[in-house]
């Protein structure tokens, strides 16, 4: 079992950056593939982005290619998600997951990921 816990989000100006952490502790990190998911009112969670456990298999939302970087560090047992050029519209709950690795490509389905932390708000003003 893994727990999750993000930080980094915050209110920013559109043009702006945040770059979002999400620690984890309990079983080795590098047994876990990690998704960065969001979910606006009103919408669906969706997938931001996915790194597979050992950084080889990466995949985005459309929305965000070329503009957010995900990253992990298994000797820091941490992920990130680098957000550049933010935009209105990716305001919303951040939230990371894990999905214990098949040792293949990213998972990208939220029902892949079995532990979720609790979320982090993501603001971007106009």
């Known amino acids: 079992q893994v727990q999750l816990v993000e930080s980094g989000g915050g209110l920013v100006q559109a043009g702006g950056s945040l770059r979002l952490s999400c620690a984890a502790s309990?079983?080795?990190?590098?047994?876990?593939?990690m998704g960065w998911f969001r979910q606006a009112p009103g919408k669906e969670r969706e997938l931001v982005s996915g790194?597979?456990?050992?950084?080889?298999?990466?995949r985005y939302a459309d929305s965000v290619k070329g503009r957010f970087t995900i990253s992990r560090s298994n000797a820091k047992n941490t992920a990130y998600l680098q957000m550049n050029s933010l935009k209105p519209e990716d305001t919303a709950a951040y939230y990371c997951?894990?999905?214990?690795?098949?040792?293949?490509?990213?998972?990208?389905?939220?029902?892949?990921?079995?532990?979720w932390g609790q979320g982090t708000q993501v603001t971007v003003s106009s």
């Open positions: 997951a894990a999905a214990s690795t098949l040792f293949g490509a990213v998972r990208l389905g939220a029902r892949d990921y079995d532990y």
């Open positions: 309990g079983r080795t990190f590098s047994s876990y593939d």
């Open positions: 790194i597979n456990w050992d950084g080889s298999s990466i």
